[in-house]
């Protein structure tokens, strides 16, 4: 599926070098995930070495939020990832956007007692930590 460029009708000088994004978007559903990531790619500039990085809560399995308390009341439930299945929906957006992307995703344990203590840590099973940089080249 391909997303329409939000940055067709700007000014080519109001695109950006890099983009810092971290947290949120494993808040959204798979399709909005796809949708934001594939958004602020084209708003990098057109040529290579422009960055898009950031940081993502990851679980063991990806999964889909559908049951239990955190599950949207809505229907669009959140889509957790584990670095294999964020990788997959990265070649994706490089797919929708028509850009050639080097993508990096690492996942590193989440050793802070304080954060694995957290109620909402615990019960999703957020174990670890995406960081993720979208390259283009």
């Not at 994004?21 to 934001?36: D, M, P, R, T």
């Not at 990806?62 to 959140?78: E, I, K, N, V, Y």
Request: glycine content about 8%.
């Amino acid at each position: 599926m391909s997303h329409p460029n939000p940055c067709e009708d700007r000014d080519p000088g109001e695109r950006y070098d890099f983009i810092h994004a971290a947290g949120f978007f494993h808040l959204w559903s798979w399709e909005k995930q796809i949708q934001a990531y594939t958004k602020a790619v084209l708003m990098l500039k057109g040529r290579p070495g422009c960055i898009l990085f950031g940081r993502n809560t990851s679980v063991e399995k990806a999964r889909l939020l559908d049951q239990g308390p955190f599950a949207s009341p809505d229907g669009d439930h959140t889509w957790l990832h584990d670095a294999n299945i964020m990788r997959r929906m990265l070649k994706l957006v490089e797919e929708d956007t028509g850009r050639k992307l080097e993508v990096v995703v690492d996942e590193t344990p989440l050793t802070d007692e304080y954060i694995l203590g957290l109620k909402v840590v615990s019960e999703l099973g957020w174990t670890k930590r995406l960081s993720f940089t979208i390259r283009t080249m």
